[in-house]
C-alpha cells in the first residue's frame, strides 16, 4: 500500500514542499504506515477517507486505557492535557464542553460583533499601510485582543502568553517531541496553570463582566468545571483562538497579493465575503493534523485497522484534495463549499468557529473599505517549523490605500 512513496514526518523538511508530498500520499499511498517515536501510524489524505474517519462517533482522542501520553510523565503537560477539552472523550468532553459553550454559539456570538468591529478598526488604524508585517501588526494583534477582552486579561501580558504559547503548542504531537521540546513544553504548561489559577482566585473575590467571571461563577456546580478543568478550559480558549486565526488572516494577505483579482472580486462584491472566508481556511488549513484513535476495528482500503491505531488525518490533504475540490491550489473566492476540515468535525469541532468566523468577516469588510491592493515586500515567505501548526512567521507587505 505503501507503494513508491517514502514520507518520515520526522525529517527535517517533511513539510518544506508540502502539497507536492501530499497529493503523492493521496494517489499512491492513501493509507500510508509509518513509525513515529516507535508507535506505528497510519496517515489519511484523501478527503473521503478523512470525513470518514473524523464523523465517526466511535473514534477517540486517547488510546484504550490512557488518558495521557506517557511522554509527558505526571509533569504540568499532562495536567493541562488531561483537562483540555479538546483531548477529552466522552463522557467528560459532553460535560466539559458544555460548560463553556454558551457564549460561542452560533445564536449569541453576534452579542460580540460590536467589541470586535472596534477592535478591528483600532488595530487597522494602527498599522502603517505602507510598512507592516501583517502577520504581526494584523494578523495576532486582532484574535488576541478579542480573546484578551472576552476573558478579562490583561493586553499587557500578551507578549508572554504568545512566547508561552508557542512552545506549548507542541504538545499535541508528543511522539515527535525531542527532550528539550518536551521540557519547554513542560515550562509553558507550568506557566499557564499558575497564570489561570491565580486569575480564577482573583475573580471568585471580585467578579467582573468577563468570561472568566461566568465560568468561575459556575465552578464546582453541576453546570460548571472544577478549578483543574477550568484552568485547562481557559488554556485551551486562549491558545486555540489567537494562533490559528492568524494564520488564516495571514494567509488570506498573502492569497490576495499573490491573487489580486480574488481581492478585487470582494472589493466589488462584498457578498462573497462569508464563502472567502470558508475559501481561505479551506486553503491554509491552520491545523494540518488531526490525530485520533480507531475505536472498532474499521476496513480502508482493503486493510483492517484494528481498535486501537492511531490515525493521523492529513487536513491540509484533504482540503487540496482534487477528487473533491477542482483546482485546489486556487484560492477561488465563490468557490463552493460544502465540506473542509479545518475546524475539524464530528464531537471535536471547533468551538470557536462562530468566533473565528466573525472575526475574519469583520475584519474583510473594513479592509476593503480601506485598501485597494496588498503587495508583499518579501520574495520568500516563511512559515513555522512545527508540522501541526506551520504559520507564516512573517509577511512584510505594502496595503495600498483606497484614497
Ligand atoms: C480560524 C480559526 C480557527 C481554526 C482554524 C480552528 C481549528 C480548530 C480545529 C481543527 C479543532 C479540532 C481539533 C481536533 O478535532 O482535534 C478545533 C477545536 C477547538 N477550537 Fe478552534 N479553531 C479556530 C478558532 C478558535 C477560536 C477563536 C477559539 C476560541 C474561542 C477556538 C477554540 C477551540 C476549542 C475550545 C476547541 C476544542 C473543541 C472540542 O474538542 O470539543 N478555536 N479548532
Redesign the pocket.
Known amino acids: 500500500m505503501n507503494a513508491s512513496v517514502i514520507f518520515d514526518p520526522l525529517t527535517p523538511g517533511a513539510y518544506t514542499d508540502r502539497q507536492r508530498v501530499f497529493e503523492s500520499l493521496r494517489n499512491d499511498a492513501p493509507l500510508y504506515q509509518v513509525e513515529v517515536g516507535g508507535q506505528q501510524i497510519r496517515l489519511l489524505s484523501r478527503h473521503a477517507d478523512v470525513a470518514r474517519i473524523?464523523n465517526d462517533p466511535t473514534t477517540m482522542?486517547n488510546p484504550p486505557g490512557q488518558d495521557t501520553p506517557p511522554t509527558y510523565g505526571r509533569g504540568p503537560a499532562a495536567v493541562l492535557w488531561r483537562n483540555?477539552?479538546?483531548?477529552?472523550d466522552p463522557p467528560r468532553?459532553t460535560c466539559?464542553?458544555r460548560a463553556?459553550?454558551r457564549?460561542?454559539t452560533n445564536r449569541n456570538i453576534d452579542q460580540f460583533r460590536e467589541l470586535i468591529d472596534d477592535i478591528v478598526a483600532v488595530v487597522l488604524a494602527e498599522t502603517d499601510f505602507e510598512n507592516t508585517d501583517v502577520v504581526h501588526d494584523v494578523g495576532l494583534k486582532i484574535?488576541m485582543r478579542?480573546?484578551c477582552r472576552?476573558l478579562g486579561i490583561p493586553t499587557a501580558d500578551w507578549p508572554q502568553l504568545q512566547s508561552w504559547t508557542k512552545d506549548f503548542l507542541h504538545i499535541?504531537l508528543p511522539e515527535t517531541a525531542s527532550p528539550e521540546i518536551v521540557e519547554r513544553t513542560q515550562q509553558a504548561s507550568r506557566n499557564f496553570i499558575n497564570y489561570f489559577a491565580e486569575m480564577i482566585d482573583q475573580r471568585l473575590e471580585n467578579p467582573c463582566d468577563d468570561l472568566t467571571s461566568e465560568f468561575t461563577a459556575a465552578m464546582n456546580s453541576a453546570d460548571g468545571l472544577n478549578k483543574a478543568g477550568l484552568i485547562g478550559?481557559l488554556r485551551?480558549?486562549?491558545t486555540?483562538?489567537?494562533?490559528?486565526?492568524?494564520?488564516?488572516?495571514s494567509a488570506g494577505f498573502y492569497a490576495f497579493a499573490t491573487q489580486p483579482e480574488q481581492y478585487q472580486r470582494l472589493r466589488e462584491q462584498p457578498e462573497l465575503i462569508s464563502g472567502a472566508i470558508e475559501e481561505l481556511?479551506r486553503w491554509?488549513?491552520?491545523?494540518q493534523v488531526?490525530?485520533?484513535y480507531i475505536g472498532k476495528d474499521t476496513i480502508l482500503h482493503g486493510t483492517v485497522l484494528p481498535a486501537g491505531t492511531q490515525v493521523w488525518l492529513l487536513?491540509g490533504a484533504a482540503n487540496h484534495d482534487p477528487r473533491k475540490y477542482d483546482q485546489p491550489s486556487r484560492v477561488d473566492v465563490s468557490r463552493e463549499i460544502s465540506e473542509h476540515?479545518?475546524?475539524?468535525?464530528?464531537?471535536?469541532?471547533?468551538?470557536?468557529?462562530y468566533?473565528?468566523?466573525l472575526?475574519?468577516k469583520i475584519l474583510l469588510q473594513q479592509l476593503v473599505k480601506q485598501c485597494k491592493s496588498v503587495e508583499l515586500r518579501c520574495d520568500n515567505i516563511k512559515r513555522r517549523e512545527n508540522l501541526q501548526f506551520p504559520s507564516i512567521e512573517s509577511l512584510p507587505a505594502v496595503l495600498h490605500r483606497v484614497y
Do not use: K, N, Y
Not at 491554509?284 to 491545523?287: D, H, L, M, R
Not at 476540515?341 to 468557529?353: D, E, V, Y
Open positions: 473524523i482522542m483540555a477539552i479538546s483531548m477529552m468532553h466539559s464542553r463553556i459553550s457564549p460561542f484574535p478579542v480573546i472576552l499535541f478550559a485551551g480558549l486562549l486555540a483562538g489567537f494562533e490559528t486565526t492568524a494564520a488564516t488572516i481556511l491554509e488549513t491552520p491545523v488531526i490525530i485520533r487536513t476540515f479545518s475546524f475539524g468535525g464530528g464531537r471535536h469541532f471547533c468551538l470557536g468557529a468566533l473565528a468566523r472575526e475574519l
